[in-house]
C-alpha cells in the first residue's frame, strides 16, 4: 500500500470535488429511529444537496465577520448539522472543535478556555450551558443554537438568503481578525482533545492533511478493508468527538462518494434493525459491542445483512471468532491514536489475522516502529515492549498530529528521540504481526473513552473524608475496562459508613467529571503500594486493582454511573 499526496488541499475541497461528480449519491444517512431519539426528521441527504447547504451556511459565517485562523466549537452530537456546519467552517479555514456533551461543568470551562474558541454552534437545550462556561472563563465567544431543522428547506436552494434562526443570530465576537490567504493543506481543521496522563486533557493539533491522509490510507488499505467508490454505506455509533468517525469514516466515505450512516450511540437491542434499514456495508465498532450483540439470543436473521466488514478495536479475544462465525463477516482489529491518525495505523484486513489473539494486523511499508524497554533500548524476539512510531521517508510526522496545543514541552516529549511514543505495550511475532499486550500510561480504556487517572484522583481527593487515592483500570466484561478507586478514608469505617462515602465519591465525579469517568468500584484499603520516594506503585495497583472487585471492603458502584440527561 503507498500513498500519494493528497489530492485536495481541504477537507471542504475534497467534499466540493466529490459532490460536483456525483451530486445525487447519498452523503448522509439519518434512520428513523435515531431520528425519533434527537427529535429532528429522518432524511438521507444528497452531496449536491449537502454541498448548498454548506455553502449557504459558510456564506452566513464568512459575513459575520468569521474566518481563516479562528476556532468554532461543536457540540451537536452524531447530527447532520455537525457534519454540515463542519464543512462550512473548513471552507472559511476556521478549525472544529468538537465538544463532548457529557462534559460536567469544570470540564467545559476547561475546553472553551484552553481552545481559545470566538463561536460554537450548539444544540439550542445547551446554549446557556456553553455561554456560562465562557462567562465563567473569562472568554469573548458567539454561543448560537444550530438551526431548527436539520437540514432547514432554505439552505437546499444555493442563494436562496434564507437562514436558520441560529445562524440568523450570528455576531461577530472579540476576536483576533481572520489569517489573510486561503485556507490550504497545513491549515487547522480540527482540535481534538485525549485524555492525558498528567491531569487536564491535551488539545491536539489536526491539520487538514490529517483527515486527507486518513481517508486515503483506508481507501488504499486493501484486503478485507476494501472500499468500493460510490456503493458503500457505513455504519458508525462512534461520536463525532472521536478520530475515527471524523477521519475515518466520514473522509473514507467523502473520498469515495460513499454514505455515513451515523448513530446516535449504540443501542445493543436495535443494532441489527439499523444494519438492515440502513442497508449498510460497514460498520464501525468498540470492543465492547460485540460481546454484547452475542448476548442475544441466536436468531435466523443474524446473517440477514450486507455488512462485508467491521473495522474497530478492542474486541475480547474469547469473542471475536465466535462473533465472525455467527453474524458472517470479520472483525477487523485496528490500532490508531488521536496522535498518530494515518501516519501510524495498523489493521488486520489480511489472512492470517490471528483470529482471538489481540492482532492487529502488520505494519505496512509506511510505517517505521521500535518496540523498547523501559530503559528505551529495542527488546529481543516476541518480548512485549512500548510501541514507537513514525512515518517512513523524509517527513517522519506525515499524518500525525502537529502538536499540543499550548504545551510544548509535551509534544517534545512524545517525540523524544524522533520517534512518537505511544505508551501501548505490544509485542511482535516471528512473521512480524503486533499483539496488543497492556498500557504503559496511566490511562483507563473504558467502553472506548479514555480515561486518565489523575484527572479523577484530583476530583476525588476533594472529599474531606479521603485521606489517599489512586485509580486503576480493573477488567470488566462487557466494556473492557472499568474504573476502580483505591481509597484510604481518614477515619477506620464499618461496611454501612463505607457504603455512604463511596456513594458520595461517585456524586462527587458526577458532579464534576462525564459520568463514564466515575469509580465504577470503590476499595476501601489501610494503605497504597507506594514506592520509597512515596509515589504510587502504579505497576503493583494495577495487579492489586484486578483481584479487589468482588472482595470485602470493594464496593460496586457501576448503577451510579447513569447519564445526567
Not at 152 to 167: F, H, I, N, T, Y
Request: charged residues 20%; neutral net charge; proline residues 7%.
Amino acid at each position: 500500500m503507498t500513498l500519494a499526496a493528497p489530492a485536495d488541499a481541504t477537507v471542504f475541497h475534497a467534499f466540493r470535488r466529490i459532490a460536483a461528480a456525483h451530486p445525487e449519491r447519498p452523503f448522509l444517512s439519518i434512520l428513523p429511529e435515531v431520528a425519533a431519539r434527537c427529535g429532528i426528521d429522518p432524511i438521507e441527504l444528497s452531496y449536491g444537496r449537502a454541498l448548498d447547504a454548506v455553502e449557504a451556511i459558510a456564506a452566513r459565517i464568512g459575513d459575520a465577520g468569521y474566518g481563516h485562523g479562528h476556532r468554532a466549537g461543536l457540540l451537536l452530537e452524531n447530527r447532520p448539522s455537525f457534519f454540515l456546519t463542519w464543512l462550512a467552517l473548513n471552507a472559511l479555514g476556521i478549525s472544529v472543535v468538537p465538544i463532548n456533551g457529557e462534559l460536567r461543568p469544570a470540564e467545559l470551562d476547561y475546553l472553551v478556555a484552553h481552545s481559545g474558541l470566538c463561536l460554537a454552534v450548539v444544540l439550542p437545550a445547551r446554549v446557556a450551558d456553553v455561554a456560562a462556561a465562557a462567562a465563567r472563563g473569562g472568554s469573548a465567544v458567539c454561543v448560537v443554537p444550530s438551526f431548527d431543522d436539520e437540514v432547514d428547506a432554505g439552505l437546499a436552494v444555493r442563494g436562496s438568503g434564507s437562514a436558520p434562526r441560529g445562524l440568523a443570530q450570528l455576531v461577530r465576537a472579540a476576536s483576533a481578525p481572520p489569517l489573510r490567504g486561503a485556507p490550504g493543506i497545513d491549515t487547522e481543521c480540527g482540535l481534538l482533545y485525549t485524555s492525558g496522563t498528567t491531569g487536564r486533557p491535551k488539545g491536539c493539533v489536526l491539520p487538514n492533511a490529517y483527515y486527507l491522509i486518513a481517508g486515503e490510507w483506508y481507501l488504499a488499505a486493501g484486503g478485507l478493508c476494501t472500499i468500493r467508490h460510490g456503493e458503500d454505506r457505513l455504519l458508525t455509533p462512534l461520536p463525532m468527538t472521536h478520530m475515527n468517525a471524523m477521519a475515518y469514516s466520514t473522509m473514507a466515505m467523502v473520498l469515495s462518494a460513499g454514505c455515513v450512516v451515523p448513530l446516535d450511540r449504540f443501542h445493543p437491542g436495535g443494532w441489527w434493525d439499523a444494519v438492515r434499514t440502513s442497508r449498510a456495508t460497514i460498520v464501525h465498532y468498540l470492543g465492547v459491542m460485540p460481546a454484547m450483540l452475542l448476548g442475544a439470543p441466536p436468531s435466523a436473521a443474524d446473517r440477514e445483512h450486507r455488512v462485508r466488514f467491521g473495522f474497530g478495536a478492542g474486541v475480547d479475544r474469547r469473542h471475536q471468532s465466535s462473533f465472525e462465525a455467527r453474524f458472517g463477516f470479520p472483525l477487523l482489529e485496528a490500532w490508531a491514536m488521536t496522535e498518530t491518525g494515518a501516519g501510524a495505523v495498523v489493521i488486520a484486513n489480511h489472512e492470517p489475522r490471528q483470529v482471538g489473539q489481540s492482532c492487529f494486523g502488520r505494519a505496512a511499508p509506511e510505517l517505521e516502529l521500535r518496540l523498547v524497554d523501559e530503559a528505551g533500548a529495542d527488546v529481543d524476539g516476541d518480548t512485549p515492549g512500548e510501541l514507537l512510531v513514525r512515518a517512513a521517508g523524509a517527513d517522519p510526522r506525515r499524518g500525525f498530529f502537529r502538536e499540543y496545543l499550548k504545551d510544548p514541552q509535551a509534544t517534545a516529549e512524545a517525540w523524544a528521540g524522533g520517534w512518537f511514543h505511544t505508551g501501548d505495550v505490544v509485542r511482535r511475532d516471528a512473521d512480524g504481526h503486533l499483539y496488543f499486550v497492556d498500557r504503559r500510561k496511566n490511562v483507563i480504556r473504558r467502553s472506548g473513552e479514555n480515561i486518565a487517572a489523575v484527572e479523577v484522583e484530583s476530583v476525588l481527593r476533594r472529599h474531606p473524608g479521603v485521606r489517599e487515592v489512586a485509580v486503576a483500570a480493573t477488567p470488566d466484561a462487557v466494556r473492557g475496562d472499568e474504573v476502580l478507586a483505591c481509597v484510604v478514608p481518614v477515619a477506620a469505617l464499618d461496611d454501612g459508613a463505607r457504603g455512604v462515602l463511596a456513594h458520595e465519591l461517585v456524586a462527587l465525579c458526577l458532579e464534576h467529571l462525564a459520568y463514564f469517568k466515575a469509580p465504577g468500584w470503590v476499595a476501601f484499603l489501610a494503605a497504597l503500594p507506594l514506592t520509597p520516594t512515596q509515589k504510587v506503585q502504579r505497576g503493583e495497583l494495577k495487579a492489586l486493582a484486578a483481584t479487589l472487585p468482588g472482595t470485602p471492603g470493594c464496593i460496586d458502584t457501576r448503577a451510579l454511573k447513569k447519564r445526567p440527561h
